[in-house]
T-cell receptor, first 112, second 112 residues
Framework: SQQGEEDPQALSIQEGENATMNCSYKTSINNLQWYRQNSGRGLVHLILIRSNEREKHSGRLRVTLDTSKKSSSLLITASRAADTASYFCATQLTGGGNKLTFGTGTQLKVEL | DAEITQSPRHKITETGRQVTLACHQTWNHNNMFWYRQDLGHGLRLIHYSYGVQDTNKGEVSDGYSVSRSNTEDLPLTLESAASSQTSVYFC???????????FGNGTRLTVT
């Protein structure tokens, strides 16, 4: 079964709007990471939040982590057409070494 | 600039043939990973290595093998290709714990 589950599976918004994606996981983690994947390309790291952190910002990205609920959210503010991509959360499990377990992803489409 | 490269980008092979996918990184990372990506499953871990001569099985390792003879390379071998192994394969590398993964651009493998 998947460690990470993203919600929604697909999201379509207008340029300038905010996009929020959620991720839930099942077991204790060292950190949670978000990645973006453009069509036909590899994944690109966006942001990493450690288990003892609650919120992190990077440019137009804001990530929150609630370890009591085993959930995280990624907010993209003032979205642009170039933000159209798939977004994945990934967890590094406590005691699991450096490997990551990925969710199934959210497909974001930003329309002009 | 450091990078991670995969070859070939596309491969078509027949059922039963042995296939090797190459992965080469110039980050000097100890940790390397192979994932496969299929619709509805996200990315699933096949094998991983934490250093030279170290290899470990991931979630979906049956029918695959890897070897790590140097820091830069982690080739993935399909011993006897099956149609169920038609997928997009991604190689990734990372440094220390709590560091992100750097991904290659993937190899699309079709087994006919």
């Amino acid at each position: 079964s998947q460690q990470g589950e993203e919600d929604p599976q697909a999201l379509s918004i207008q340029e300038g709007e905010n996009a929020t994606m959620n991720c839930s996981y099942k077991t204790s983690i060292n950190n949670l990471q978000w990645y973006r994947q453009n069509s036909g390309r590899g994944l690109v790291h966006l942001i990493l939040i450690r288990s003892n952190e609650r919120e992190k910002h990077s440019g137009r990205l804001r990530v929150t982590l609630d370890t009591s609920k085993k959930s995280s959210s990624l907010l993209i503010t003032a979205s642009r057409a170039a933000d159209t991509a798939s977004y994945f959360c990934a967890t590094q499990l406590t005691g699991g070494g450096n490997k990551l377990t990925f969710g199934t992803g959210t497909q974001l489409k930003v329309e002009l | 600039d450091a990078e991670i490269t995969q070859s070939p980008r596309h491969k078509i092979t027949e059922t039963g043939r042995q296939v090797t996918l190459a992965c080469h990184q110039t980050w000097n990372h100890n940790n390397m990973f192979w994932y496969r990506q299929d619709l509805g499953h996200g990315l699933r871990l096949i094998h991983y290595s934490y250093g030279v001569q170290d290899t470990n099985k991931g979630e979906v390792s049956d029918g695959y093998s890897v070897s790590r003879s140097n820091t830069e390379d982690l080739p993935l071998t399909l011993e006897s290709a099956a149609s169920s192994q038609t997928s997009v394969y991604f190689c990734a590398s990372s440094g220390s714990l709590n560091s992100p993964l750097h991904f290659g651009n993937g190899t699309r493998l079709t087994v006919t």
